[in-house]
């Protein structure tokens, strides 16, 4: 028998780790920039061309330095870009075994940003994006149609999060396509989604909506992709308290967990 989760409370968000990321998509095109320029200063023959593909790599930088509002204004982008080194180097990072490690590191990277843009001014019109694989597998509940049929037994976050959202009035999905969750997103038009997800699918998402910023939290795989997965409410807690201006109603509510029925 699974035993019920520990209730979750929210913290300070955790650091992210995008420095690999950077140190990538900034420190490729400005090391290209710094052998053009000195190509050119060294050599009369085809200097003009030298000189183009430094300034063409310190532009490809560029974006990479643009924080807060500057990188909300140029989100859509930013994002389209980064986007394009994240999957372009993806086949090298697979072939070293480190994918995961890879997409993680552009997740921590646009987190960072994510963070730094909403800083001073939390969003107003937040959405969650949820899997429906985060259910166990074995339970009934037809929380797709309706979050609140969830018995809040602790057997899986879904409980938790129902809680939370009830409680702080979030407005969340949770879905079983991602092509349904784009579509969600679209359609309420939000100033900020929270997604979780795995890695590949977080990947997929932040190249396909660049045009909505995201902070993405991963998935955590106990029994393989798509089933039973999990992820850490407390982070999901953080992120909404740091980056969301709160809904909340006056008073305490506590909600009441049941047994555990699935
Ligand atoms: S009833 Fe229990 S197992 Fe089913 S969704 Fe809710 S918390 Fe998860």
Request: hydrophobic content about 45%; glycine content about 8%.
């Amino acid at each position: 028998m699974k035993e019920p989760r520990a209730p979750a409370l929210p913290g300070p968000l955790p650091d992210e780790r995008g420095l690999a990321f950077l140190l990538v998509r900034r420190g490729v095109p400005l090391l290209i920039a710094g052998m053009s320029f000195v190509i050119a200063t060294l050599h009369a023959e085809g200097r003009g061309w030298w000189l183009l593909l430094g300034v063409g790599s310190l532009a490809a930088a560029w974006p990479s330095f643009l924080r807060g509002q500057a990188f909300l204004r140029n989100r859509t982008a930013i994002m389209r870009q980064d986007s394009l080194w994240a999957n372009a180097l993806l086949p090298l990072a697979r072939r070293l075994g480190l994918e995961d490690a890879w997409i993680l590191a552009f997740c921590g990277y646009n987190n960072q940003r994510v963070r730094a843009a909403f800083s001073g001014r939390r969003a107003r019109r937040a959405l969650i994006l949820l899997p429906h694989c985060i259910q166990m597998s074995r339970c009934k509940a037809g929380i797709l149609d309706d979050l609140q049929a969830c018995y809040d037994c602790g057997l899986c976050p879904v409980g938790d999060y129902m809680n939370a959202a009830l409680l702080n009035r979030w407005e969340g999905r949770i879905t079983n396509r991602s092509h349904k969750a784009y579509r969600e997103a679209r359609e309420y038009r939000p100033d900020l989604v929270v997604a979780v997800s795995c890695t590949d699918r977080l990947l997929k998402g932040l190249s396909k909506m660049p045009e909505i910023p995201c902070y993405v939290i991963p998935l955590v795989l106990h029994h393989g992709m798509c089933v039973d997965t999990d992820f850490s409410v407390p982070h999901l807690f953080s992120a909404m308290e740091a980056l969301v201006e709160p809904r909340r109603p006056g008073g305490e509510i506590q909600p009441l967990r049941r047994e555990g029925i699935a």
